[in-house]
Structures are given as structure tokens and as C-alpha cells.
């Protein structure tokens, strides 16, 4: 093992800590909060406990108001003991009310949470990173590493960059070419991997056990997952400290998703939101939709697929938390649904022109499922209702590429112009819908 002998803060000193340790969420074996993340007993995943005494005595909505404009106004919250955690201004991205989306769907309290402006990389990934890192720190590695569709490699080798950690990153070799240079251009070591997801993902197990490094997703992935809490707690926070009725929320591993549940629950626990049913709804693209699949089919047990979509972000055929996403979903009422490649970019173009947000796939994939659960009556027109947008446009331009208008090269002339311009009138823009074959 890489881990350093000597560390600033004992990892393992929690008095006094709301961080308690580590419980599998199959057969509640308790453990230790190190870089484990597999029940020894049962092969369950680990999950964060915490000490809610400890938080409800120091956390109030004042305590959090006056904290950082970041994550880490929730510090207590998250798995760290740090005084000084990572904050490189990751979260408190803004949450919208929509106006012309809600009327174009037909709702009336519809919000969009955008993470496509989160800091530093501009994706949802940027709060599990900030979280992940800095227990890596405190658990003493020096060299972390993760296994990404993309936007983690992104959160990950900038991050690791600003905290001095050193660097190397796991992607499948057929990513966006944005998502590869906004890796690169922090400097970490990339591997692309000839293979998907998955199998970078498996790759990455076996070198997490022979060299030691804090992967962020695979033996740091108790602590990393806790990072999309904030997800809910910001939502809950900005709504003024109230729960919504619905949320919409995109799917990979459904790790994200069953966080954001979790994260509201804790509010209710220590008294800073009144508990209220939320429904629970989940996007998953057509060729790669294992969750939607075994919620279409009322399973209880995923199987595995091998992607084809466009939505490489959230493309993962072998999702680690698909099987709680899915009894998230029957539970709170909700729905897991997949839709087309033709719909991610139709849904990416939709949010664009009603709300002036870019966001990438992913993000195209969750309007186009909010859409279609609102035709098919899933979503109640009054209903408080989120959507999550995870990621950026600017770093998955191939998807929408033919798929939009081009601009009008003139001369520098006012005639020109004026003869451009004459026709750009006539254009019908319905011209440009995506038709894919
Ligand atoms: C990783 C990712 C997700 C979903 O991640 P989970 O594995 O389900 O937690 C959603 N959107 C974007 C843009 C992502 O990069």
C-alpha cells in the first residue's frame, strides 16, 4: 500500500465526529471508515454511517446559511473530519424556476437544478470528487484515480490538480472528444481503455487492489456517493427549505439518484425540513437502460447490457446501485423511464431554446423522460416537480452536431446582411428537428 504512515489528522479519531463509520446495506456489518467499500461477511455495498445526535446538536438553518457558498455549508453532513476540506466552489449551482420549459410541458411549478455550471468542471461529478478527494487525503493516499464515462475523469484530474495529488485516470477510448481534453489538459496520466464502461470499470478493481491508489468509485465509492446528497440538501435549501413533490433525476450507476432520497431524509431526521412524499423519477437512455428495463418488467434483479447510445455520461450496462434505484422508484411513486438517442438531442435542443441552458446527454436524456412522463400523465401539472441537469453541452458537442442551424456567412456589407437576413425569416426552423436514422 501507497497510504502515507503519517497524516495531519488521524482518519480514525472520530469522537465527536457525526462520522461514524462504515455499515453494509445488506447485512448491516459495521466496519471501520477506511478505503473499503465491499462487506467482508456478505459481498454488500458499504454505506456512510453517521452519528445524527451529533449533527442535529450543531446544525441548524443559520449554522448551514452562514457556512461556505459551497458543498461544504452541509460539512457535517459529508464523511470527512477535515477542517479544511477541498472547496474549490463546487456547488450551491443555481436552482431556476422555468417559466417557458413548465409552459411548453404544460406544468406550473417546474425548477431545473443546473449543475451544468458547477465548479470546477462543469458536471454533477464535481461535488462526489471534492468529497472523495478530500477523505483520500485523510485517509493519507497520494495518488488517486477513478474509472469514468467521462465527466468523473474530468472532476478528478482537476481536482487531484488544484489539491497536489498525483493523478491517473481509467475512460473507454471512444469518448467525446471535449471530455478528453477537459482531462488532459490538468496534466493527470490517462488510460483509454479499448472497451466500455464496464470493462474499464473491471480493470480498475484489479489495479485498485495491486497498487493502493484511492479510486474515487471503486474503494473510496462509500464516501464519493455521499457527495450527491448535496444534490438534495441544495434543492431543499433553495426551495426554502422545503421537500418537492417530484424529481426527475438521470441514472448511470443510480447512485446519484438514491442519494439525492437519502439526502432529504437526513434533513427530515434532524429537523431542518418537514417530511412530505417525493416521488422519485429516473432517466436512463434506450441503449443502455438496464434500470428502466427491470422497472418496466417489475424485477428485482438487474441484467446486465452492453450501451449504444449517445449518452455516454450515463451509459453504464452494469449499474452497482441499479437494484435500490429501482425500489426507490416503486416506493416514492415514481418512474424509471428510457428514451431514444432522437429524443436525448430533440431534449437537449428543448432546453436550450426555452431556458438558455446548454447541457450535455445526459442532461438531453432527463428533459426528454420529464416530457414523456408528463404526456403519458405521470407528472401532475401542480406538482413541485425538479429536474436534475447533470452536466455540460460545451463537452458533447458531437451529439448535436447537424442537428442545429449554421450561421449565415455574409460580406461585411449592410446589402449583405440585409439579403441573409431576409432569408433566415423564410427558414423554417422545425427544419433542423433531428431526424436519425
Ligand atoms: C455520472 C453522471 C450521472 C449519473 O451518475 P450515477 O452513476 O448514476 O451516480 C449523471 N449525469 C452525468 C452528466 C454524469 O456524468
Known amino acids: ?71 461544504w455549508r452541509y460539512r ?86 488544484h489539491a497536489g495529488l498525483d493523478c491517473c485516470v481509467f475512460i473507454p477510448s471512444d469518448l467525446e472528444a471535449g471530455k478528453v481534453l477537459g482531462t488532459l489538459i490538468y496534466n493527470p496520466t490517462v488510460m483509454a481503455v479499448k472497451g466500455n464502461y464496464d470493462q474499464v470499470n473491471r480493470l480498475c478493481c484489479e489495479v485498485a487492489n495491486t497498487h493502493g491508489w484511492g479510486f474515487v468509485n471503486i474503494n473510496l465509492r462509500p464516501y464519493y456517493s455521499e457527495g450527491s446528497k448535496t ?49 422519485f423519477s429516473g432517466a436512463q437512455a434506450e441503449g443502455c437502460s438496464p434500470i428502466a428495463q427491470a422497472f418496466a418488467e417489475n424485477r428485482d434483479f438487474i441484467t446486465p447490457v452492453k450501451p449504444n447510445t449517445i449518452a455516454k455520461s450515463i451509459a453504464i450496462g452494469n449499474p452497482a446501485d441499479g437494484i435500490y434505484a429501482v425500489e426507490l422508484a416503486q416506493k416514492t411513486g415514481g418512474h424509471i423511464a428510457a428514451v431514444t438517442d432522437a429524443e436525448i438531442i430533440a431534449g437537449i435542443k428543448l432546453l436550450a431554446e426555452t431556458e438558455g441552458i446548454f447541457t450535455e446527454t445526459a442532461g438531453g436524456t432527463t428533459i426528454a423522460v420529464l416530457q414523456k412522463l408528463v404526456a403519458e400523465g405521470k407528472i401532475d401539472p401542480e406538482e413541485i416537480t425538479v429536474v436534475y441537469i447533470t452536466g455540460n453541452g460545451l463537452k458533447t458537442q458531437e451529439a448535436v452536431q447537424g442537428y442545429i442551424g449554421e450561421p449565415f456567412t455574409i460580406e461585411a456589407k449592410l446589402d449583405s446582411f440585409e439579403r441573409a437576413y431576409e432569408r433566415a425569416q423564410t427558414l423554417d426552423r422545425l427544419d433542423w428537428e433531428p431526424v436519425l436514422v
Open 76 to 161: 457535517d453532513f459529508l464523511p470527512v473530519t477535515s477542517e479544511e476540506p477541498i472547496d474549490v466552489g463546487t456547488g450551491m449551482t443555481p436552482l431556476i424556476k422555468s417559466t417557458r420549459l413548465a409552459r411548453r410541458l404544460g406544468l406550473k411549478n417546474l425548477y431545473i437544478k443546473n449543475d451544468a455550471v458547477n465548479m470546477p468542471t462543469l458536471s454533477f461529478k464535481d461535488r462526489v470528487v471534492s468529497v472523495a478527494l478530500t477523505r483520500a487525503k485523510e485517509l493519507g493516499f497520494t495518488t488517486v484515480s477513478c474509472a469514468s464515462t467521462g465527466n468523473l475523469a474530468n472532476s478528478t484530474a482537476a481536482i487531484a490538480a
Open 231 to 279: 444534490l438534495g440538501f441544495e434543492v431543499a435549501e433553495q426551495l426554502g427549505w422545503k421537500l418537492p413533490d417530484h424529481i426527475v433525476a438521470p441514472l448511470a450507476s443510480g447512485s446519484l439518484y438514491t442519494k439525492i432520497y437519502k439526502g432529504f431524509q437526513e434533513f427530515v431526521k434532524v429537523g431542518l425540513v418537514e417530511d412530505k412524499a417525493v416521488k
Open 1 to 71: 500500500m501507497t497510504q502515507a504512515t503519517q497524516t495531519k489528522i488521524n482518519p480514525n479519531n472520530l469522537t465527536c465526529s457525526p462520522l461514524a463509520g462504515l455499515k453494509c446495506k445488506e447485512c448491516g456489518a459495521e466496519y471501520e471508515a477506511k478505503a473499503i467499500h465491499v462487506c467482508e461477511l456478505c459481498f454488500g455495498p458499504l454505506e456512510v454511517k453517521y452519528n445524527y445526535d451529533v449533527i442535529k446538536s450543531r446544525v441548524t438553518r443559520e449554522t448551514i446559511q452562514a457556512g461556505p457558498n459551497s458543498i
